[in-house]
Nanobody, 118 residues
Framework: QVEVVESGGGLVQAGGSLRLSCAAS????????MGWYRQAPGKQRELVAHITYSGTTSYADSVKGRITISRDIFRKMVYLQMNSLKAEDTARYYCNARPLQAGVPEYWGQGTQVTVSS
């Protein structure tokens, strides 16, 4: 059973920083893409950032320049460094892993809550 487990959420003031961590239970090279999504109350889940097998990164327009996704291959970790946080970044953040194998469902963590006070 593959797992991805998030940590690092919390309460922070606007303008502050947080680093979220996603721990995978197996090599991150097992996945074609790993990413972070978020869901605020009453809103749909949206992609924040992702990093591909080759290391290419992509970001939502709303977070460009403030948020950075990175990975530690040896520790099987993916990180989301969030700076200059805004109240609108408040959401539950989820780690997602898309397996290389076709037809295998994506993996989701339970999420970690980020609350930004204005």
């Amino acid at each position: 059973q593959v797992e991805v487990v998030e940590s690092g959420g919390g309460l922070v003031q606007a303008g502050g920083s947080l680093r979220l961590s996603c721990a995978a239970s197996r090599s991150i090279f097992s996945f074609s893409v790993m990413g972070w999504y978020r869901q605020a109350p009453g809103k749909q889940r949206e992609l924040v950032a992702h990093i591909t097998y080759s290391g290419t990164t992509s970001y939502a327009d709303s977070v460009k320049g403030r948020i950075t996704i990175s990975r530690d291959i040896f520790r099987k970790m993916v990180y989301l460094q969030m700076n200059s946080l805004k109240a609108e970044d408040t959401a539950r953040y989820y780690c997602n892993a898309r397996p290389l194998q076709a037809g295998v469902p994506e993996y989701w963590g339970q999420g970690t809550q980020v609350t930004v006070s204005s």
